[in-house]
């Protein structure tokens, strides 16, 4: 258990949909990046915040946002879902800006 | 564009060989970290290496860092069936422009029977 959290687990939707996904990262972390995992892509970074305020930035779709919270958890927000958006997302967080990540168990996305 | 590719993409052997696998790159990284992914779980981070020629032992797993630090190995002896899994690397950027993200390569899948 690394302590970072994730939900849901799971989430199945069509397309044209929003979901919001949810991360915890380990208590005292105050940074949170996101990424997506898929079969042809690999694991890829999609966005860091850093003590609420945005850090870095990588390939993240515009209809794709997030941000992170006073009580340093963080939202993923995908909207105007496509079926290529199916994929697990992964939260991780580090201590400060840079560092050891620690990844969370991951939320399973599926677009049908 | 993948920064860093991984060789080989699957790897299955039976317990008791040894394996190598590589991770290679054109771009320069600050640091490269490897990890272990298990099905539905999240990636676990084994390894940081920080200088070009550093070599860094883990039990029977074994990471080199290239000289250039452009690319990397993992060297598993006498592989068991709890060293399946997903292995990826991650070079860490330098600058401001890509901050502290971690580029990853797509993985070796490695699977190990008895």
């Known amino acids: 258990d690394s302590g970072v959290t994730q939900t849901p687990k799971h989430l199945i939707t069509a397309t044209g949909q929003r979901v919001t996904l949810r991360c915890s990262p380990r208590s005292g972390d105050l940074s949170v990046y996101w990424y997506q995992q898929s079969l042809d892509q690999g694991l890829q970074f999609l966005i860091q915040y850093y003590n609420g305020e945005e850090r870095a930035k990588g390939n993240i779709l515009e209809r794709f946002s997030a941000q992170q919270f006073p009580d340093l958890h963080s939202e993923l927000n995908l909207s105007s879902l496509e079926l290529g958006d199916s994929a697990l997302y992964f939260c991780?967080?580090?201590?400060?800006?840079?560092?050891?990540?620690?990844f969370g168990p991951g939320t399973r996305l599926t677009v049908l | 564009t993948q920064l860093l590719e991984q060789s080989p993409q699957f790897l299955s052997i039976q317990e008791g060989e040894n394996l190598t696998v590589y991770c290679n790159s054109s771009s320069v990284f600050s640091s490269l970290q490897w990890y272990r992914q298990e099905p539905g779980e999240g990636p676990v981070l084994l390894v940081t290496v920080v200088t070009g020629g550093e070599v860094k032992k883990l039990k029977r797993l074994t990471f080199q860092f290239g000289d250039a630090r452009k690319d990397s190995s993992l060297h598993i002896t006498a592989a068991q069936p709890g060293d399946t899994g997903l292995y990826l690397c991650?070079?860490?950027?330098?600058?401001?422009?890509?901050?502290?993200?971690?580029?990853f390569g797509k993985g070796t899948s490695l699977l190990v029977t008895p």
């Open positions: 991650a070079g860490l950027g330098w600058g401001s422009n890509s901050g502290y993200a971690l580029n």
């Open positions: 991780a967080s580090s201590v400060e800006g840079q560092g050891e990540q620690f």
